[in-house]
């Protein structure tokens, strides 16, 4: 596996993410970005580059969709974001590829 664009569906959209990994994985880090950060921020890919050529899958997925993104108080809603985090781990533990790999999360800004 090398690069994928991920959709996790939910009811009516998605969330987008960028799986990537290695030939010989040992781990499964998820960046989960919330407000003033995306899956497009430099210094969070930096980080994943480093833990794949350390031997990590990485999951970077913005927690909201666009259009969601626009509304403010949904940046801080604490409830939401964790509901789609959680929903986004159960989704990546049903592939095959990953599901058994040991995972970390990653949050950036209220991610």
Do not use: C
Request: proline share 5%; aromatic share 10%.
């Amino acid at each position: 596996m090398s690069g994928e664009l991920i959709h996790i569906p939910l009811d009516g959209a998605s969330l987008e993410g960028e799986l990537e990994a290695p030939a010989e994985p040992s781990g499964l880090v998820v960046f989960a970005h919330g407000s003033g950060s995306s899956r497009f921020s430099p210094r969070n890919n930096y980080v994943a580059g480093v833990l794949r050529e350390a031997g990590f899958v990485t999951f970077l997925f913005d927690l909201l969709t666009e259009s969601e993104d626009r509304v403010y108080a949904n940046r801080f809603d604490i409830d939401l974001l964790t509901q789609r985090l959680v929903m986004a781990v159960r989704w990546l533990r049903g592939r095959k590829e990953v599901g058994d790999l040991p995972l970390g999360l990653f949050g950036a800004s209220t991610g």
